[in-house]
């Protein structure tokens, strides 16, 4: 249907669709392991189904023109002209990605392209990174670029780095382009090593909601909470030596010697690190075993921990983790991406989700007057070219 969508609009705007590409890219839902990506730690993300498409043409000059299904939105651009963008504009996304591959020396011309796609917006679902890998996609099959899908990657990421002004670490950009049908991405953020990890869900099912609180990640506390990560291994370096080069090498008896020397901000902000890397560490046994009920427990330390030490939840999201374990046939629940709004990740038994999708919508709604989106999803595949001619 999206495919459609893309032609219909394409139409209007630019013709015949004749030597056009079409790239997919989709969103992700991280399992475990949240804001350890730009700490050197690890991560276990999946690929969801609801996913990014851009259908796009090559041109012989300069000139970018892209079109938005989602924000019926229409922007022009030329590429010796790319200025940094403020996150705020969709097309400072998909601008960012040709503005850093020329950066490398990859020679772009212009194109024409219609974007659009399912992830819901600002939930937490990597939409940005979607688009991101979306469009790198395309343009290397449109220009020939040869870039191998960890360097494109990596370009993403710069991408929003330094041209959308977000500090993101690794693990959106790698999840949507490595995702596997029915396995989680296990990432070492450090090394850039992965593992396809078979999901083993067996009776289970990957359960999104959407709390429909939207957070804007730009120029927001994303990025004062990775100063304060910063500055936590400023102080533990002096103390611990040149060892500490993230706070993945650090252990909670390591924190606890240097508890005093730091703000309790900083040292609760270490502290969420310090312990979710093991605990991605044991939910990745816990899957191999398939002990989801393990994996469940896990989840929820993990949203306790970023609640509590971290900082980065809200009353909805912790209002819809707390209504999803008092509901049957729920292993666990957290809040998934980088908070302050967006979606939590449950594990629901299959035979359980009609009444689960019907408690949660009812008391979340009574008790915020807002209506949360639910997903039912199964970790997908990451991005390609899509032969839709």
């Known amino acids: 249907m999206m495919i459609q969508q893309l032609l219909d609009r394409w139409k209007v705007e630019f013709g015949e669709v004749w030597g056009a590409k079409v790239g997919r890219a989709p969103g992700r839902v991280n399992l475990i392991g949240e804001h350890t990506d730009y700490n050197d730690g690890f991560v276990l993300p999946c690929a969801i189904e609801p996913a990014v498409w851009i259908l796009a043409r090559a041109r012989e000059d300069t000139t970018i023109r892209l079109v938005s299904l989602n924000y019926n939105e229409r922007h022009e651009s030329d590429l010796g002209d790319l200025r940094r963008g403020t996150g705020s504009s969709w097309s400072d996304y998909l601008l960012g990605v040709a503005s850093v591959f020329q950066q490398e020396g990859y020679a772009l011309y212009g194109w024409d392209a219609v974007i659009g796609g399912d992830v819901p917006l600002g939930a937490g679902l990597s939409s940005s990174a979607a688009v991101e890998v979306a469009t790198?996609?395309?343009?290397?099959?449109?220009?020939?670029?040869?870039?191998?899908?960890?360097?494109?990657?990596?370009?993403?990421?710069?991408?929003?780095?330094?041209?959308?002004?977000?500090?993101?670490?690794?693990?959106?950009?790698?999840?949507?382009?490595?995702?596997?049908?029915?396995?989680?991405?296990?990432?070492?953020?450090?090394?850039?090593?992965?593992?396809?990890?078979?999901?083993?869900?067996?009776?289970?099912?990957?359960?999104?909601?959407?709390?429909?609180?939207e957070r804007n990640l730009s120029g927001s506390e994303y990025n004062i909470r990775r100063a304060q990560c910063q500055d936590g291994v400023r102080v533990l370096r002096v103390k611990l030596g040149e060892r500490i080069r993230a706070l993945r090498d650090v252990s909670i008896e390591d924190l606890e010697m240097c508890k005093d020397s730091m703000s309790d901000a900083v040292y609760r902000r270490c502290r969420h690190i310090v312990t979710e890397n093991p605990r991605v560490l044991l939910a990745v046994k816990a899957l191999e075993t398939g002990d989801l009920r393990e994996f469940g427990r896990l989840m929820v330390e993990s949203h306790q921990s970023l609640r509590d030490n971290y900082e980065v939840s809200c009353p909805e999201l912790d209002l819809l983790v707390d209504l999803a374990m008092e509901c049957p046939g729920v292993a666990g629940s957290r809040m998934t991406g980088a908070g302050f709004g967006g979606c939590t990740v449950s594990l629901v038994e299959r035979s359980a989700i009609e009444e689960f999708r019907a408690n949660m919508t009812s008391r979340y709604a009574t008790k915020t007057g807002r209506e949360p989106e639910i997903h039912v999803t199964r970790p997908g595949s990451g991005a390609a070219i899509v032969d839709v001619f």
């Not at 780095?161 to 296990?186: P, S």
């Open 136 to 213: 790198g996609t395309v343009l290397r099959e449109m220009f020939h670029l040869p870039l191998e899908d960890r360097q494109l990657a990596l370009l993403c990421q710069r991408a929003e780095n330094t041209f959308v002004g977000v500090q993101c670490g690794i693990m959106d950009q790698f999840a949507c382009t490595f995702g596997k049908v029915d396995h989680a991405l296990f990432l070492d953020c450090r090394s850039l090593e992965t593992r396809q990890i078979p999901a083993n869900l067996t009776t289970m099912e990957i359960v999104i909601c959407d709390s429909k609180v």
